[in-house]
């Protein structure tokens, strides 16, 4: 942690053993393949390795929670960009990149999912987190290890460059809705509590109110800029163009 060379005589080394016992070994794993690329140094960090042991929480609850269904295009197109891209990154030995691709995977899960899909999940899961995995493996009822199982084989037309254009989109329309309230409670000294988006018809159904709620801890309501029904005091409806929605808080 003194950014020194671990050294017994300088009395900084991590001893492995003592943090897995109080993390977890894939805790430790994560946190290390997340941080470190095989060419460079780097600095231990508590406040890493607690990110990661969240974050192997986060996998362990996702999988309790989870509903075997069947998954929605979204869904099916995260777990293959998944596979597309944390594949490349590893057979390049860029773990730390491949963690974030995992991490963004998670992001956007859904609590119903494929059996398939959820199977190829884990798999995903099983170069960083191989302990949990193989739980997983068999909480689900599978036989065996999963750690023999093929690597997960991507469906390239399950991709849709469309979605993660939407996603960029909504991504960016969060950003605007935060700088509104910012605003608003800056000069205004008002913590608003309800936003309205006023987003083109075609466009509606990518805006999910329950996300967005989520994501930004406060009511939304979506309506699309031709209902004849939305509330709109301020007329910013008219300001809504494609991928940026108008936006009134109160």
């Not at 140094?41 to 042991?53: N, R």
């Not at 730390?96 to 190829?120: M, T």
């Not at 995903?124 to 739980?135: G, K, M, Q, V």
Request: charge should be neutral.
């Amino acid at each position: 942690m003194d950014g020194f060379v671990m050294s017994k005589s300088r009395g900084n080394v991590v001893d492995p053993l003592v943090i897995s016992d109080k993390y977890g070994a894939d805790a430790l794993r994560l946190f290390l393949v997340s941080m470190a690329s095989p060419d460079k140094d780097f600095a231990w960090s508590s406040t890493g390795i607690e990110g990661s042991a969240r974050f192997v929480l986060r996998i362990i609850n996702y999988f309790k929670n989870t509903k075997i269904g069947k998954s929605s295009k979204k869904v099916e197109h995260k777990v293959n960009l998944a596979i597309r891209e944390i594949s490349k990154e590893v057979e390049n030995l860029r773990y730390n990149f491949a963690v974030i691709h995992l991490r963004s995977l998670f992001e956007s899960l859904e609590e119903e999912i494929s059996k398939k899909d959820l199977e190829s999940v884990i798999k995903l899961i099983t170069p960083f987190c191989p302990h949990i995995a193989e739980e997983i493996w068999e909480m689900l009822g599978n036989k065996g290890f999963i750690s023999l199982e093929k690597w997960p084989e991507l469906d390239e037309s399950k991709i849709n460059d469309k979605l993660e254009e939407s996603e960029r989109a909504i991504d960016k329309s969060i950003g605007d809705i935060l700088n509104v309230l910012r605003i608003v409670k800056d000069k205004q000294g008002k913590v608003a509590e309800k936003i309205y988006l006023y987003v083109l018809p075609n466009e509606k159904e990518e805006y999910n109110e329950a996300i967005l709620n989520k994501r930004i801890g406060k009511k939304v309501i979506v309506f699309a800029v031709n209902d004849k029904n939305k509330y709109d005091p301020e007329g910013k409806s008219a300001k809504a163009k494609p991928g940026k929605p108008g936006i009134f808080v109160e």
